[in-house]
């Protein structure tokens, strides 16, 4: 795998390879969704637990709201100054920032005992489950 990164990184500077690269990681959305809020999601008869990758975030720059059986997490990481020299001139950066933002239906959810907690880059959710099925809707008969 180092040797993969690597060869990327070389293939950066290689002025053939230019051209191919450019706008790759700009244009490239699927690449930063996927960077960003990475989820697993358990279900058990009592709860939903979920736990969410913040890594570099915050717990002041997270929210967490839910409403109507959607469970929405905001997050915002701010942009980074690293200077590689004295013009800041960057080889190559993959850190991501900027805001993100997932939704999960979790339905049938006490909103009252929701837990949640920040450690080391995951942010951790315990949704208990109300202990009867919450009905919303009605069954409308066709005449």
Same mark, same amino acid.
């Given at each position: 795998?180092?040797?993969?990164?690597?060869?990327? %990184?070389?293939?950066?500077?290689?002025?053939?390879?230019?051209?191919?690269?450019?706008?790759?990681? %700009?244009? =490239?959305? =699927?690449?930063?969704?996927?960077?960003?809020?990475?989820?697993?999601?358990?279900?058990?008869?009592?709860?939903? *637990?979920?736990?969410?990758? $913040?890594?570099?975030? =915050?717990?002041?720059?997270?929210?967490? *709201?839910?409403?109507?059986?959607?469970?929405? $997490?905001?997050?915002?990481?701010?942009?980074?100054?690293?200077?590689?020299? *004295?013009?800041?001139?960057?080889?190559?950066?993959?850190?991501?920032?900027?805001?993100?933002?997932?939704?999960?239906?979790?339905?049938? $959810?006490?909103?009252?005992?929701?837990?949640?907690?920040? &450690?080391?880059?995951?942010?951790?959710?315990?949704?208990?489950?109300?202990?009867?099925?919450? $009905?919303?809707?009605?069954?409308?008969?066709? &005449?």
């Amino acid at each position: 795998m180092a040797n993969e990164l690597t060869n990327r %990184f070389n293939n950066l500077m290689k002025q053939d390879d230019f051209f191919g690269n450019l706008g790759r990681s %700009f244009f =490239d959305f =699927d690449n930063s969704v996927n960077r960003a809020l990475k989820t697993d999601v358990k279900e058990t008869d009592k709860a939903y *637990d979920v736990q969410i990758d $913040v890594p570099g975030i =915050d717990k002041k720059d997270i929210t967490v *709201d839910y409403r109507d059986g959607v469970l929405s $997490v905001s997050a915002k990481r701010d942009s980074f100054s690293d200077k590689s020299d *004295d013009k800041g001139n960057v080889i190559a950066s993959e850190r991501s920032y900027g805001r993100f933002a997932r939704q999960y239906s979790l339905p049938n $959810v006490d909103e009252n005992g929701i837990k949640a907690k920040c &450690e080391a880059g995951v942010l951790k959710l315990t949704l208990p489950k109300l202990a009867e099925e919450k $009905v919303t809707g009605n069954h409308i008969e066709i &005449e």
